[in-house]
């Protein structure tokens, strides 16, 4: 065997372990999420968040949905064409592939050998590069899922069918409107981001609504849509996160009953210092404890 199959070898064997090590210790917090079932408050039960979306989404589909299309016709083209030229960082594809290649290469690590900090950045940004790659995969099948079952004509059918046409199980792409799967994706990646950076959660959530908004805004969507894939986004990767925080996982439940990360901005900031320092070759990366019991045994020989 060649030393490049040796080395692909090793690898796959270090990632097959580390999985399996990531996994005991999910499966080993199951315990502690059984001791930390404080009822949702009002506003984020599963009935309540039902209740917003029929309230949302059929106002939408009354009051927007019928003037949205003939009001997009009267705007100047240039209008669209602003929106056409950010409203794809809403595709699923590049927030899985570079989260799902986040993982896999630090899978393909030996944390174990690294100092403190550097084993505590590759926790975390796997645990949160996981969290925002199974939130957007997950909401985008639920997504797809709706839309191919609903049948709802798209907005270029309007003048045809209206705005308010279903052919359940039509399995047509011109039939599957509702919900919006740009706009589900954009919720469950700016839900992510928001409880990952809450310092930024303001800004993200502008973003987000901007990013969903220009699915309207070159007629891909009806305003309906848009609001019940966001809702359907959001929810998702809310239970996601509350799943995680009773769990310790990447995040934990204040005593006011807040979701927090577990890493705060202390300790990022001193993650990064450390990466940033290994980088520049400043510092070595390996644990302080092997430098120290390496030294040992050279005195020792030497003695």
């Given at each position: 065997m060649s030393n490049s199959s040796k080395f692909v070898w090793h690898v796959l064997a270090r990632m097959r372990g580390n999985s399996r090590r990531a996994a005991i210790l999910f499966s080993g917090r199951r315990e502690r999420?059984?001791?930390?079932?404080?009822?949702?408050p009002p506003?984020?039960?599963?009935?309540?968040?039902?209740?917003?979306?029929?309230?949302?989404?059929?106002?939408?589909?009354?009051?927007?949905?019928?003037?949205?299309?003939?009001?997009?016709?009267?705007?100047?083209?240039?209008?669209?064409?602003?929106?056409?030229?950010?409203?794809?960082?809403g595709?699923?594809?590049?927030?899985?592939?570079?989260?799902g290649l986040c993982c896999l290469f630090l899978l393909a690590l030996d944390a174990g050998?690294?100092?403190?900090?550097?084993?505590m950045a590759i926790g975390a940004v796997f645990t949160y590069a996981a969290f925002i790659f199974y939130s957007v995969a997950a909401t985008g099948?639920?997504?797809?899922?709706?839309?191919?079952?609903?049948?709802?004509?798209?907005?270029?059918?309007y003048e045809e069918v209206g705005p308010v046409r279903f052919d359940f199980l039509a399995f047509d792409g011109t039939f599957t409107s509702f919900p919006s799967g740009h706009s589900t994706t954009?919720?469950?990646?700016?839900?992510?981001?928001?409880?990952?950076?809450?310092a930024y959660r303001w800004l993200i959530i502008v973003a987000g609504f901007w990013l969903a908004f220009s699915r309207v805004m070159v007629?891909?969507?009806?305003?309906?849509?848009?609001i019940a894939g966001t809702l359907l986004g959001m929810t998702f990767t809310?239970?996601?996160?509350?799943?995680?925080?009773?769990?310790?996982?990447?995040?934990?439940?204040?005593?006011?009953?807040?979701?927090?990360?577990?890493?705060?901005?202390?300790?990022?900031?001193?993650c990064v210092r450390a990466v940033w320092q290994v980088l520049r070759g400043q510092r070595g990366a390996d644990r302080v404890e092997a430098e120290v019991a390496a030294a040992d045994t050279t005195e020792r020989t030497s003695a």
């Open positions: 999420a059984r001791h930390n079932r404080d009822p949702l506003g984020q039960r599963p009935q309540d968040i039902l209740a917003v979306l029929l309230l949302t989404v059929g106002i939408a589909v009354v009051a927007f949905d019928v003037p949205t299309y003939p009001w997009l016709r009267s705007l100047p083209g240039e209008y669209r064409a602003a929106f056409r030229t950010f409203t794809d960082i595709k699923a594809d590049w927030i899985l592939v570079s989260t050998r690294y100092a403190f900090r550097l084993r099948l639920l997504a797809i899922a709706f839309k191919w079952s609903l049948g709802r004509a798209r907005p270029k059918l954009v919720a469950a990646l700016a839900t992510a981001l928001a409880f990952i950076f809450p007629g891909a969507h009806y305003p309906s849509d848009v809310f239970f996601t996160v509350r799943a995680m925080a009773r769990r310790r996982i990447g995040f934990h439940l204040s005593s006011s009953g807040k979701i927090v990360p577990n890493m705060n901005v202390l300790s990022a900031k001193a």
